[in-house]
């Protein structure tokens, strides 16, 4: 099910301004998880040690919310403040790093 993180600073996304953006990590698979990866690759950002890669943890949110809301690109979701980024971030690392059976 799709949660919602609302954006300090809205953006225009095919011409509408968007306030809010759904995200679903429930439904990612380990290919969404993949495709992150090689998004973030293709963008000329090295990963580095998973857990502690803000940058991979943005990009996890950005697929989170393509799964979420097909309509809407990684690249649109990368053009969110860098305030929401660091926040966007953050959940992703949250829900995949924190409190996790490992």
């Avoid at 919602?4 to 990612?28: A, H």
């Avoid at 940058?55 to 697929?63: G, P, S, T």
């Avoid at 305030?83 to 966007?88: T, W, Y």
Wanted: with cysteine; proline share 3%.
């Amino acid at each position: 099910m799709a949660e919602t993180f609302n954006l300090s600073k809205p953006i225009m996304i095919d011409g509408k301004e968007v306030k809010e953006l759904p995200f679903d990590f429930e439904n990612m698979t380990a290919k969404d998880k993949l495709n992150a990866g090689r998004k973030m690759k293709t963008d000329g950002i090295p990963n580095n040690v998973e857990e502690l890669d803000t940058d991979y943890h943005l990009y996890l949110f950005a697929e989170a919310v393509c799964k979420a809301d097909s309509s809407i690109e990684t690249a649109d979701v990368l053009r969110i403040s860098a305030k929401d980024a660091r926040k966007a971030a953050a959940v992703a690392r949250n829900f995949f790093y924190y409190g996790s059976e490992e």
